[in-house]
């Protein structure tokens, strides 16, 4: 296990938004998902807290309908399309949870849903999204690739496209979790959240140092394509190889174009852990 402390450059990310996410943002999202999503628990663990001398608690999102934490911030975002929109139905990219979100809510809604996806998504996520009556494009071997074709689609049927993780309807819903277990937890020390394209850490460390800016702030990464780690070490996005790896759903860019997450995680994230595959 590598870890690392993350120092923000002092220099501004050109396409730096920071400013338009708030935490009242996070607040109205509560109140926009709480008919579509589980308010999950967070239980002691006894055997980490043994293991690593504190006390340890874990917050369940796997007990949201779709499996994972992606459900708040699909929901937000759906939610929250116009008529027009809804019409037109949706795109997203994908690596499966938050395409299986996307494709929930589509479902519920009434809308039309397009998931790209790459050649390395396993069989069993693809199937989960079309069991929910998306439509699934594999577009290319990475996440760039799907992301193009995706683009594409919007160009060409005007569809609406749901950022996987840079968009701050995406980001405040996932901010959510930072709230319940702020009410949870008010002695919350430290949170050790996922870290990949940056929507549930922006969201999560937002709601968390906003309260309280010593509660120090852990992404845990894949060691193979860590993106969010090494643009935050090179002070803007950079490209990285996607590579198979035990977490799958971690893998792919973060846009180097990126307007909101990276931003986020570089002032907020106090550090990173890089977990090879025989520790995963």
Request: charged residues 20%; contains cysteine.
């Amino acid at each position: 296990m590598n870890t690392a402390s993350l120092t923000a450059g002092e220099n501004a990310w050109p396409n730096d938004r920071l400013n338009e996410i708030t935490l009242r943002d996070i607040y109205v999202a509560r109140r926009t998902i709480a008919p579509y999503i589980r308010h999950t628990p967070l239980i002691h663990s006894a055997p980490l807290s043994s293991l690593s001398g504190a006390q340890v608690y874990l917050k369940l999102e796997c007990l949201q309908e779709t499996g994972a934490f992606k459900l708040r911030g699909a929901a937000n975002k759906l939610v929250s399309l116009s008529a027009e929109e809804r019409q037109n139905g949706v795109v997203t990219v994908s690596t499966g949870n938050h395409g299986r979100a996307v494709a929930y809510m589509a479902q519920k809604l009434g809308i039309d849903a397009v998931i790209c996806i790459t050649e390395l998504v396993p069989a069993h996520k693809r199937q989960a999204m079309e069991q929910l009556g998306a439509t699934l494009v594999v577009a290319g071997a990475n996440q760039d690739d799907a992301e193009r074709h995706a683009l594409a689609l919007v160009q060409e049927h005007g569809m609406t496209m749901i950022s996987p993780f840079d968009e701050p309807a995406i980001i405040a819903g996932q901010g959510t979790i930072g709230l319940e277990l702020l009410e949870a937890l008010p002695q919350l020390d430290a949170a050790i959240v996922p870290l990949s394209g940056g929507g549930l850490m922006g969201g999560i460390a937002l709601a968390l140092k906003t309260a309280d800016d010593a509660i120090r702030v852990v992404g845990a990464s894949q060691a193979l394509g860590p993106a969010m780690h090494l643009s935050i070490q090179a002070g803007q996005p950079t490209p990285v190889v996607e590579e198979k790896t035990l977490a799958d759903s971690l893998s792919g860019g973060i846009g180097l174009d990126n307007r909101y997450t990276f931003a986020l995680c570089r002032r907020y994230v106090d550090e990173t852990v890089l977990l090879s595959e025989e520790e995963i």
